[in-house]
């Protein structure tokens, strides 16, 4: 019996060192990064972005799905449930976070992730549809004011960071505008492109990307590559807002697998490849640590609620 104990107790430890081994060695295998968002909005375009760095920076191959709809919660409960190993991990932006948790029930809350780093902070910018009859902010609040919904704008999704600017500007214009909301800002565009909205918000990526012309900045100054765009403040509109995003995994993710993503990602934040690639779609890369990206978004998410109420769009 003394020796089936001894045995008993070897294969025990056996098992303890093995399973140690496994996170020491992490990563094993190939990782899955989710974007919420469908391919060629700005999230995705970020994701890709930062791909051919993290990947290098971890030593194994990020595996890029899209995982589209319902303003980001769908990709984001994917990721919540998702086993927390660090094989499953995403590339979450704010709206899915800090915003739709104010508007419907979810599956999901910030306590439901594990936050690993700050990848992008983009100011946002007012998106012109390729023929629209204005091509300023003055032109599109005389358009929105001949009648009722004569104003035609996008979002990706109700209560979105995007929508919820939009909708601030055109409230203090006293516009009532049609708003039609899109599964991402890809959709969008092309829905801009092709004339069936005339106006959106979003990160400056999605113009450089289409060539849709950019009627303002919502930013204090006017940003790098757009200098000849006017801030949203200048058209007498003080309203400044960003669409920030970065690596989110499932809560219970293991302290070491946490620390070697945090630590691949701020290589890959600040790598030439990520940078250039940002500077190319006229994003700014901006890394924080986990625990400094959970506080900035536990904060706008308060700040958030307050906002969607006074629209009058939150939920009880």
Partial sequence: ???????????????LATGAAAQESYPSRPVQLIVPYPP??????MARALQPALSQALGQSVVIVNRGGASGTIGDAEIA????????????PNTPLTAQPHLVPLSYSLESFRFLCLVY??????VLGRDTPFRDIAGMVAYGRRGKEALVFGSPGQGSTQHILLARLLRGAGVEALHVPFTGAGPMAQAALGGQIMAFVESPSIPASTGLPVAGVFNAA???????????????????GSSAGGLVAPAGLPDNV????????????????????????????????????RARFAEESESNKRVLQELGIARE
């Fill in 121 to 126: 902070d983009n100011p946002q910018v007012l």
């Fill in 222 to 240: 006017r940003v790098p590559g757009l200098t000849e765009v006017p801030t949203v403040t200048e058209a007498g509109y003080p309203i400044v």
């Fill in 81 to 92: 449930r998702a086993r927390p190993d660090g094989y499953t991990i995403g590339l979450s």
């Fill in 40 to 45: 060629g909005g700005n999230t995705d375009l």
């Fill in 258 to 293: 946490a620390a070697a993503i945090q630590r691949a990602c701020g290589e890959a934040v600040a790598s030439e490849s990520f940078r250039t690639a940002a500077v190319r779609l006229n994003s700014v890369p901006s890394y924080l640590s986990g625990a400094e990206f």
């Fill in 1 to 15: 019996m003394r020796r089936r104990g001894v045995g008993s107790l070897a294969l025990l430890l056996m098992a």
